[in-house]
């Protein structure tokens, strides 16, 4: 089923609310929690790459997809926000990209401040960019 002549996001919201259908329903603050998740870059129209539309859809509980997005659009809101999101409380943080790369940028610091070097040992996954 397709909608016409409405925003992309409400046709989403009605057809996975509404009618069960198996897509994300991907705002701004969904686009910002993949993002995240994922190590892409955060910029203002997210939700329009097409990176994040296709990782978006494919998370998307098949059996559940009312759940899968109300469990997102919830975490986007109230833990993973904008400003000061609260990666220790977060059920993602222990292979989101973001925390990966600040639980690794901490261990070093605090591997440097022992040892008064770098310990390679300390090195981050593959998967995730760390500052040079
Ligand atoms: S660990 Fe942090 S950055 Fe990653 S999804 Fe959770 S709150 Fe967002």
């Known amino acids: 089923m397709e909608l016409t002549g409405v925003s992309d996001y409400l046709a989403d919201a009605v057809l996975v609310f509404a009618y069960g259908q198996g897509r994300a329903v991907l705002d701004a603050n969904v686009a910002r929690v993949i ?15 097409k990176r994040v539309r296709k990782l978006a859809d494919d998370l ?31 059920p993602l943080r222990r292979t989101c990209a973001v925390s990966l790369k600040s639980r690794h940028e901490s261990l070093v610091k605090r591997t440097k401040s022992v040892d008064g ?16």
């Open 117 to 132: 070097h770098l310990d390679h040992s300390t090195r981050a996954p593959s998967h995730v960019r760390t500052a040079t």
């Open 60 to 90: 998307v509980d098949q059996d559940r997809p009312r759940d899968y997005n109300f469990a997102i659009l919830d975490l986007a809101a109230s833990v993973c926000t904008p400003l000061n999101p609260k990666h220790d409380g977060c």
């Open 35 to 49: 993002s995240r998740y994922f190590g892409l870059r955060e910029h203002t129209e997210a939700r329009r790459d």
